[in-house]
């Protein structure tokens, strides 16, 4: 049987390693990006001050550290608990991210600029517009319906651990 990850469907190989070995290095160091904001918006609420490096004292960089960790560990709970937790991010995924990178800076820039947008710079955006939003339902809708169909038959559809 075929599985949703391409990576588990190449042989083992060089480039399947090096494949991997590169995921692997994104999402760690993007994952401590994309939760930057909440970690500063956090430890704002609880009184860590924002400074960095030698400035911060020892108690400040405790602080930083045990809330991150915390939150870290949340977030790996989470994504162990919930079931088909894959599933929910292509949802999202599918929905809010391709609207946001997509379609929403199209729209902000049509109406800044809508006096100055000329023929040809119209119908791409059109075009532009009108594929973004055909990839993000097309993306939402199967996710749906795979939540849906794995809902009703009870199955999973990408067990958690494969032999």
């Known amino acids: 049987p075929r599985d949703d990850n391409i ?10 390693t090096t494949a991997v070995g590169l995921v692997t290095l994104h999402v760690l160091f993007a994952f401590a990006v994309y939760w930057n904001p909440v970690f500063y918006v956090f430890e704002e609420w609880v009184g860590i001050e924002h ?3 030698a400035k911060q004292s020892r108690q400040q960089l405790t602080m ?18 919930v079931p088909y937790f894959g599933d929910i991010m ?3 995924g599918g929905s809010a991210v391709l609207g946001s990178i997509i379609v929403m800076p199209l729209l902000i820039y049509w ?3 809508s006096d100055s947008i000329g023929r040809s710079e119209g119908v791409a955006i059109c ?10 339902g097309l993306s939402t809708w199967q996710t749906a319906s795979r939540m849906l169909h794995t809902e ?3 199955r999973p559809v990408a067990p958690i651990h494969t032999p």
């Open 152 to 154: 009703r038959t009870n």
């Open 111 to 113: 109406r800044l600029h």
């Open 51 to 53: 400074s960095s490096g």
């Open 7 to 16: 990576l588990r469907n190449m042989p083992p190989s060089v480039c399947r």
């Open 127 to 136: 075009i532009l517009l009108i594929g973004g939003c055909l990839i993000s």
């Open 90 to 92: 292509n949802l999202v």
């Open 64 to 81: 930083r550290v045990v809330t991150r960790t915390a939150f870290v560990g949340l977030s790996l709970g989470v994504a162990v608990a």
